[in-house]
T-cell receptor
Framework: SQTIHQWPATLVQPVGSPLSLECTVEGTSNPNLYWYRQAAGRGLQLLFYSVGIGQISSEVPQNLSASRPQDRQFILSSKKLLLSDSGFYLC?????????????FGNGTRLTVT | GQQVMQIPQYQHVQEGEDFTTYCNSSTTLSNIQWYKQRPGGHPVFLIQLVKSGEVKKQKRLTFQFGEAKKNSSLHITATQTTDVGTYFCAGDAGNNRKLIWGLGTSLAVNP
């Protein structure tokens, strides 16, 4: 069966510090991978998605970036965090092919920028 | 732009009462998905509706997709405390465009 791992679970970082969140998926090949952010426990905002290694689509211009160095690894990064980057970051995967097949989310990372 | 409106934003019920949340899209959807997020947790996929007028049931949960494929509802019969959480709908407008998420309905259940 497929599993998704996301870490760390919580993170407190000062403004201006770098960020690296990692997500890996097991049990499937060539999944579609996504990074979402959820602010204030409400709506989900798509940040990035990837349909294959090295292929990244950005949905919202900001100081975040994503990379997919391996088929089942997705990384979210920032060189300098802003206060507004605080939130709940969720990695998700879906079956290869159709971009909007059902999403399977990781446990998320709660990021607080101080 | 394309939007999915979800109502109500919050709902507080007594255990045993029914609950319904509604999603309305500004555009025709190829499918709609429903997710549940428990407090402090991550969204979990519940179901996907594809066909016009489709009705699917999962135990006490009934999902409907409108005839015009622009609206959907989730109905819970006889709520239990385990139903607490936020229910999201997400619409797929097709052509590999990104999912359009509703803002969710937060359900609280008094025991």
């Amino acid at each position: 069966s497929q599993t998704i791992h996301q870490w760390p679970a919580t993170l407190v970082q000062p403004v201006g510090s770098p960020l690296s969140l990692e997500c890996t998926v097991e049990g499937t090949s060539n999944p579609n991978l996504y990074w979402y952010r959820q602010a204030a426990g409400r709506g989900l905002q798509l940040l990035f998605y990837s349909v294959g290694i090295g292929q990244i689509s950005s949905e919202v211009p900001q100081n975040l970036s994503a990379s997919r160095p391996q088929d089942r690894q997705f990384i979210l990064s920032s060189k300098k965090l802003l206060l507004s980057d605080s939130g709940f970051y969720l990695c998700a995967w879906s079956s290869p092919g159709l971009l909007n097949s059902p999403l399977h989310f990781g446990n998320g990372t709660r990021l607080t920028v101080t | 732009g394309q939007q999915v409106m979800q109502i109500p934003q919050y709902q507080h019920v007594q255990e045993g009462e029914d609950f319904t949340t509604y999603c309305n899209s500004s555009t025709t959807l190829s499918n709609i998905q429903w997710y549940k997020q428990r407090p402090g947790g991550h969204p979990v996929f519940l179901i996907q509706l594809v066909k016009s007028g489709e009705v699917k049931k999962q135990k006490r949960l009934t999902f409907q997709f409108g005839e015009a494929k622009k609206n959907s509802s989730l109905h819970i019969t006889a709520t239990q405390t385990t139903d607490v959480g936020t229910y999201f709908c997400a619409g797929d407008a097709g052509n590999n465009r990104k999912l359009i998420w509703g803002l969710g309905t937060s359900l609280a259940v008094n025991p």
